[in-house]
């Protein structure tokens, strides 16, 4: 008999042991098997070694800070009485907390029982064995029976130990490589968006490796250097990019942390010349060793021929303002000192040359405390009823002594009172009249009119001078902006950028309508 019940003992344990191992191969061979799936084997070769009536497996959630159901198999298992429960709570909460096996053959016997608060059967006998992996616990799996009480034996519960200890290694790889898995995919959708937004970014943006050779070229960096993707890559990025100052000079574009500009200039065709900026950083992998770099390029020349036209403004605002002072002193100092030789004709028109300058001078500042109005945000318009044809008639008088211009006003009947800022609404007409005598420099006819038409008054200003060039159109009312024509016309490009705001301010619209060498017509209109 003894002969036999070790053979019967031999055989079971070989049994169990073929088991565990058939177990372990099925999750080793299941490289795909999810978290679900590998808890759900872990507690079917329990139920099936141990006869167990009921498993289930308790994971701990941080976040939570609770031991929650994640798997159940067996009678009655769904749903699985207490879903959550704390650390040290139950005796499966007591299992993980001490991270040792806990074994209640009679519940009735142990205070640390907590009965399941739904209608299901009740567990008799419990062993719950703490998931442990590299000591750190991640949760607890729990064994009962519901139909009689249960002595775990020794065989039992090391063969269940045996099993907790696979599981656990098991549901951490599980874990980790869906853990992974996300953080790929998160680490792909981040790339991809950064990739997306580095690409249509507004600067250029190229970045080279080790070597030197270009690895990425964006979009706006295709624009600025009028280069594509494919016919810079590989390439010698300082090769691409060699900036010179003003004087034809090499700029050095060093890659360093301290994100220094280097401004010049660059021909990225054969007429064409463009001033950047471009900063180069080095990038590192986590050893601190240099892997390439990134530059990224801005074009300036807009904001370089900016410059340029401020510089110019200055200059011609210093000459606009001494000239007219230059003449009311000169004009002024005469009738002081040969008043007694002057004849009363004389005087008046000294004194009325005076009074123009003066008007001119009062009529430049205003443009520049305009300007100033305009940058801050603060210009605004006094309304009130406006009879215009007086007005226009008023400015017009101003330019009638020109000798070689002919100033006509040719308007179809009379005109409305409109709601508008009488000053500003001369200072237009001023700048406009002002611009046709100006760029019409071997004289003919200015002809100023009105007309009614779609609810609005339409007043424009016509000449026969030297026009616009069809590619100047488009900038006419920029700040500074200046009509290339070939001849040396004086101005500080601001006229039109200020009638412009006017008429804005008016809920107006204003526009040009011009042929290189055949003449202007500037018209605005203004709702009744």
Request: glycine share 6%; net charge negative.
């Amino acid at each position: 008999n003894l002969e036999l019940q070790s053979v019967q003992q031999r055989e079971k344990e070989l049994s169990t042991r073929f088991e565990v191992a058939e177990y372990e191969l099925s999750i080793s061979l299941s490289k795909k098997v999810t978290l679900y799936e590998a808890m759900n084997l872990t507690l079917d070769t329990i139920i099936r070694l141990t006869g167990a009536e009921r498993a289930s497996i308790m994971l701990w959630d941080e976040k939570e800070e609770l031991l929650t159901v994640k798997a159940a198999r067996g009678v009655d298992a769904e749903p699985f009485g207490l879903y959550k429960i704390k650390s040290g709570e139950g005796i499966g909460g007591w299992a993980f907390e001490h991270g040792r096996v806990c074994v209640v053959n009679d519940v009735r016997k142990d205070s640390r029982f907590i009965k399941s608060p739904s209608n299901q059967k009740e567990i008799k006998s419990i062993i719950c064995l703490p998931l442990i992996a590299e000591d750190f616990k991640m949760g607890v799996i729990i064994v009962g029976t519901l139909s009689k009480y249960h002595d775990f034996t020794k065989d039992e519960i090391k063969t269940l130990e045996l099993i907790a200890s696979r599981s656990a290694l098991v549901i951490d790889n599980v874990i980790l490589h869906e853990n992974e898995k996300i953080y790929i995919e998160e680490l792909k959708e981040k790339t991809d968006k950064l990739n997306a937004i580095v690409r249509d970014m507004g600067d250029g943006v190229l970045l080279f490796d080790k070597n030197g050779s270009i690895t990425f070229f964006n979009r706006a960096a295709e624009y600025i250097m009028n280069r594509t993707e494919e016919q810079v890559i590989g390439n010698e990025w300082t090769s691409l990019i060699t900036l010179r100052d003003d004087e034809g000079k090499p700029v050095s574009i060093e890659p360093s942390f301290k994100f220094k500009r280097s401004k010049g200039f660059i021909n990225t065709a054969p007429e064409e010349r463009k001033f950047l900026s471009a900063t180069a950083t080095p990038l590192l992998n986590p050893h601190g060793e240099k892997i390439g770099g990134i530059v990224v390029i801005s074009d300036m020349s807009k904001e370089k021929e900016i410059e340029k036209m401020k510089s110019e403004f200055v200059s011609i605002v210093s000459h606009d303002l001494r000239s007219p002072l230059t003449s009311v002193k000169g004009y002024a100092s005469m009738i002081l000192h040969y008043n007694d030789k002057l004849t009363d004709d004389k005087k008046k028109e000294f004194l009325e040359i005076i009074i123009r300058e003066v008007e001119r001078l009062v009529r430049l500042i205003k443009s520049l405390l305009d300007l100033a109005k305009i940058e801050s945000g603060r210009f605004e318009s006094q309304k009130m009823p406006v009879e215009i044809i007086p007005l226009i008639q008023n400015v017009m008088d101003t330019y009638r002594s020109s000798e070689i211009h002919k100033i006509n006003m040719n308007i179809k009947r009379d005109l409305p009172v409109i709601m508008a800022d009488p000053d500003q609404l001369e200072q237009v007409l001023h700048n406009l009249v002002g611009n046709a005598i100006k760029y019409s420099p071997e004289g003919g006819e200015v002809e100023v009119g009105g007309y009614l038409e779609d609810n609005k008054i339409i007043i424009y200003v016509q000449d026969q001078g030297i026009g616009i060039p069809e590619e100047e159109i488009e900038g006419v009312f920029d700040k500074f902006h200046r009509v290339k024509s070939g001849h040396r016309i004086a101005g500080a490009g601001l006229g039109l950028f200020i009638t412009k705001n006017i008429i804005d301010a008016h809920e107006g619209r204003i526009w040009v309508e011009s042929s290189h060498g055949k003449g202007s017509k500037f018209i605005f209109s203004l709702n009744l």
